[in-house]
């Protein structure tokens, strides 16, 4: 063995170029079956639909072809780049500063939710621009409408309570032919209300979804977002930069996700037979209690919950009807099963 000299170790730096490359699932088996994006970011097609993409992409510590996920410009173009190459949209943008949500996980949530339509069905998911779906904070992003028009070819209403929002969606939706006739916007001009002012007297949705702000208060968003920046950077950051945006609301509320969801359970007794199936994702698995507790009191006939992950992350939706089996099965036949659909139809069917 050769002779330590003074201020040497017998420990050697690794020779990390000899190093195995780390191999990876070729599919994300957790994604429904379903999503688009089971496999792995291919970059070089991404880059095909959004060359400014091209900068952003490098080497991972694993010598994987990927990019920055603090930076934010970075995944704004993987999501204009995912957006134009699966969903056919163009000239997708968004505020600065506003949310740019994951693709893969927005996508697993429309279709879960379709399943959930399906198992109502006898097994066959509704689509058509018949199906109509309200999505609650539909985001500057405008990327539920986008995803659940392109797979189903439902309709949309999404609801805002922020003007920049609703007129970044309605940018997107006026940029994409397609989504012109199936997807509108309405500004919620009174925060506390979810459902009221939105929903119309003898309008029907046969589903309505939400991803509702998480945190309980600003400083609470913002120590989430220094602790997710310091995982993805492996060191502590200590200056706050949401490397997938956020305003305000979009990320915190007063009561967090549990109050948000509770709130929106409360106030969809009041359209018990104007929605067949309520939803909303549910990011954190202790804030179920409460919301089941609401779901009993709001005497809520059906409550689903259904399993979702991504990555090492988990999360559920729950979905909540207030419709008897008679009036589901009414629901079935005058929109599901009629062509063309009773636009006439009443409350008093249901």
């Not at 490359?21 to 379903?34: F, G, M, S, V």
């Not at 602790?227 to 492996?234: A, E, T, V, Y």
């Not at 549990?258 to 409360?266: G, H």
């Not at 099963?337 to 409350?347: I, M």
Request: net charge positive.
């Amino acid at each position: 063995m050769p002779k330590i000299k003074k201020g040497q170790t017998n420990h050697q730096p690794k020779d990390r170029s000899k190093e195995k490359k780390k191999e990876h699932p070729t599919e994300k088996a957790q994604l429904h079956p379903r999503n688009r994006h089971r496999a792995r970011y291919n970059f070089k097609l991404l880059i095909t639909s959004c060359p400014e993409l091209a900068d952003f992409v490098k080497p991972n510590v694993h010598g994987d072809e990927s990019i920055d996920f603090a930076d934010p410009v970075a995944v704004k173009l993987l999501n204009k780049a995912l957006l134009k190459q699966y969903y056919n949209i163009e000239n997708w943008d968004i505020p600065e500063g506003y949310l740019c949500p994951p693709i893969p996980g927005r996508a697993d949530y429309i279709h879960h939710i379709a399943e959930l339509l399906g198992a109502y069905n006898f097994g066959k998911i509704p689509q058509g621009q018949h199906i109509r779906c309200l999505d609650i904070g539909v985001g500057a992003n405008c990327v539920y409408p986008i995803i659940g028009t392109k797979e189903y070819g439902w309709s949309f209403v999404g609801t805002e309570i922020d003007q920049q929002a609703i007129e970044s969606a309605n940018l997107i939706i006026a940029a994409n032919p397609f989504l012109q006739e199936k997807v509108v916007c309405r500004l919620q001009t009174k925060a506390a209300d979810i459902f009221k002012g939105i929903i119309q007297e003898e309008e029907y949705f046969d589903l309505s979804i939400c991803n509702p702000p998480f945190h309980a208060s600003a400083e609470a968003a913002d120590a989430a977002t220094l602790r997710k920046l310091s995982n993805l950077q492996q060191q502590k950051v200590t200056e706050v930069t949401k490397n997938f945006g956020g305003q305000n609301m979009e990320l915190w509320c007063e009561g967090g996700e549990e109050a948000f969801v509770r709130e929106m359970v409360r106030q969809s007794r009041q359209f018990a037979t104007s929605c067949f199936w309520f939803s909303s994702l549910i990011s954190k698995q202790t804030h179920l209690k409460k919301v089941y507790e609401a779901l009993t009191k709001a005497g809520a006939t059906e409550v689903k919950t259904i399993p979702m992950g991504q990555g090492n992350k988990t999360s559920r939706i729950v979905a909540w009807s207030f419709l008897s089996k008679e009036q589901q099965a009414a629901w079935r036949e005058l929109r599901w099963n009629s062509k063309p659909v009773k636009e006439e139809a009443t409350k008093e069917d249901w």
